[in-house]
């Protein structure tokens, strides 16, 4: 089976292969770290998260005992860059009280979305809270939100596929990419 590039796509960053990789280092990690801390809750950040997720949940030992929620925020709105603002769209179906909670994140750029959601979810009262993230895009940098986990350090550019959106299109793509410049040429300063 030939597959074939969708429009806009410039390069591929990582393909399936070392996401996976990321992933099983990540669940390895985490195994380790929540041993005797065993039905850690984690809560996956839709939608781009969606794919990472289910893939960390299914990496990790049976023996952890994960459970899975989710919920979603928004910042970027239709643009590549973010607004600034977080609004919480979506919140989790079950309380956090006395839980072990890992935020499942897709990337951290600038960082509010998630510090936005470690201050919301703090305010809770899990019995801990840890984040991990897919994507470390270091760059730009406005608030120091802590990240316990990282997958992959991410080149300064705006990557789309593997759950990740570019005006809600490419979340389908197996692998993380850039995308060619015209495809933002729409976009107003
Ligand atoms: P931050 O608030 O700037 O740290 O960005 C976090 C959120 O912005 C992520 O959950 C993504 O939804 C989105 N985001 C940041 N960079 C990218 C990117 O390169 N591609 C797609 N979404 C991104």
Same mark, same amino acid.
């Given at each position: 089976?030939?597959?074939?590039?969708?429009?806009?796509?410039?390069?591929?960053?990582?393909?399936?292969?070392?996401?996976?990789?990321?992933?099983?280092?990540?669940?390895?990690?985490?195994?380790?770290?929540?041993?005797?801390?065993?039905?850690?809750?984690?809560?996956?950040?839709?939608?781009?998260?969606?794919?990472?997720?289910?893939?960390?949940?299914?990496?990790?030992?049976?023996?952890?005992?994960?459970?899975?929620?989710?919920?979603?925020?928004?910042?970027?709105?239709?643009?590549?860059?973010?607004?600034?603002?977080?609004?919480?769209?979506?919140?989790?179906?079950?309380?956090?009280?006395?839980?072990? /909670?890992?935020?499942?994140? +897709?990337?951290?750029?600038?960082?509010?979305? !998630?510090? #936005? *959601?470690?201050? $919301?979810?703090?305010?809770?009262?899990?019995?801990?809270?840890?984040?991990?993230?897919?994507?470390?895009?270091?760059?730009?940098?406005?608030?120091?939100?802590?990240?316990?986990?990282?997958?992959?350090?991410?080149?300064?550019?705006?990557? /789309?596929?593997?759950?990740? +959106?570019?005006?809600?299109?490419?979340?389908? !793509?197996? #692998? *993380?990419?850039? $995308?060619?410049?015209?495809?933002?040429?729409?976009?107003?300063?």
């Amino acid at each position: 089976m030939t597959s074939v590039t969708p429009e806009g796509i410039e390069a591929i960053l990582f393909d399936a292969d070392e996401i996976s990789k990321a992933v099983a280092r990540l669940a390895g990690a985490i195994a380790r770290d929540y041993a005797t801390d065993p039905s850690v809750l984690l809560v996956g950040v839709l939608k781009g998260a969606l794919f990472f997720t289910a893939d960390l949940a299914r990496a990790l030992p049976p023996s952890l005992d994960p459970r899975i929620d989710f919920l979603a925020v928004t910042s970027y709105g239709n643009a590549s860059r973010s607004s600034g603002e977080v609004r919480l769209l979506k919140d989790m179906s079950e309380s956090i009280e006395g839980k072990h /909670v890992l935020i499942v994140e +897709d990337i951290v750029d600038n960082g509010l979305t !998630l510090s #936005y *959601l470690q201050d $919301l979810l703090g305010r809770r009262h899990p019995a801990s809270l840890r984040s991990c993230v897919l994507l470390d895009k270091p760059y730009r940098r406005r608030v120091d939100a802590k990240v316990d986990y990282t997958g992959l350090v991410c080149p300064d550019t705006f990557v /789309v596929g593997y759950g990740l +959106d570019y005006q809600e299109k490419y979340r389908n !793509l197996p #692998y *993380l990419a850039k $995308l060619e410049p015209w495809v933002f040429a729409g976009e107003v300063e």
